[in-house]
């Protein structure tokens, strides 16, 4: 059998399916990736996307941080493609019970879906780090360099930088999802990123699927691999 009809024949099978996804799930909406030939990583900044994403680099050069954040994390215009599609019409029928990302584009609930674990935060929630209040990301657009609230304080995107650590509570839920799924879905990661990466290890079933366009450092421990784009497998998988 194709691999792509054992995925078709094991989601119609499946009663409690979880999606665990990355970058790669919105390349299809022009949003680059990290890691791939043409993603963020291969092109040349002062410093590397690495250091300008971390908490200390933030602090430390706020108007560096936001020029790259704004030309290179922000894109307002992004619609969801085939893959969210996918995700939230399983949602719908009832077999798919969380998408959890790593992704901060908010383009999964833009899709209809509605549990989604976002374990590196959106960059449609921006807070101020001195009172507290909340912006939006049209508040964070009308603004220029390092956006500032009206008491005065440096706001802040509500996403994860590097150094800083993950929402246990969050982290604690996305495993509850994991280890009671009868399959798992994990696409468009380069499964590099810890503590995230770490999750698939919480799986319990015998439907892990793997579907990456370029191997994956656990591609071993999948039941099912399969190579290609996120939005034709999961498209055309669930009819969408
Ligand atoms: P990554 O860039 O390390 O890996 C992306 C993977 O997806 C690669 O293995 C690539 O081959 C694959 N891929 C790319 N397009 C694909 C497609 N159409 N179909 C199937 N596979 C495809 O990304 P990561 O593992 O998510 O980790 C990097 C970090 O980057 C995450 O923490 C995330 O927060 C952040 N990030 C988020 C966004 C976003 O929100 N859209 C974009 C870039 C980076």
Redesign the pocket.
């Known amino acids: 059998m194709r691999a792509e009809d054992t995925f078709k024949t094991w989601l119609d099978e499946s009663q409690d399916i979880v999606f665990f996804g ?3 799930v ?3 909406s022009n ?6 030939t043409d ?2 990583y291969h092109q040349q900044y002062d410093y590397p996307p690495e250091t300008i994403l971390s908490h200390s680099f933030y602090l430390r050069k706020p108007e560096e941080f936001y020029r790259f954040y704004r030309d290179k994390m922000l894109f307002p215009d992004a619609k969801p493609n085939r893959a969210h599609r996918a995700l939230a019409k399983l949602e719908q029928e009832g077999k798919l019970k969380a998408v959890i990302t ?4 908010g383009l999964h609930q833009a899709a209809g879906s509605r549990e989604v674990l976002e374990l ?1 935060g959106s960059v449609l929630r921006n807070y101020c780090t001195r009172c507290g209040r909340s912006y939006s990301l049209a508040d964070i657009l009308a603004t220029e360099g390092v956006p500032h609230c009206a008491c005065g304080g440096m706001i802040k995107p509500d996403v994860v930088l590097y150094e800083e650590g993950l929402d246990m509570r969050l982290l604690e839920r996305a495993i509850a999802y994991i280890r009671r799924a009868d399959m798992l879905i994990v ?7 810890y503590p ?1 990466a770490g999750l698939i290890d919480y799986y319990r079933g015998n439907r892990l699927v793997l ?4 191997p ?1 450092a656990r591609d071993g421990q999948a039941d099912l691999v399969i190579s ?4 034709e497998v999961l498209g055309d998988a669930v009819g969408v």
């Open positions: 990355g970058a790669g919105s390349t299809e949003i680059p990736d990290f890691r791939s993603g963020l790593q992704n901060i584009d590196h696409g468009g990661t380069s499964l590099v990123v995230a579907i990456n366009k370029s994956t290609g784009k996120l939005g």
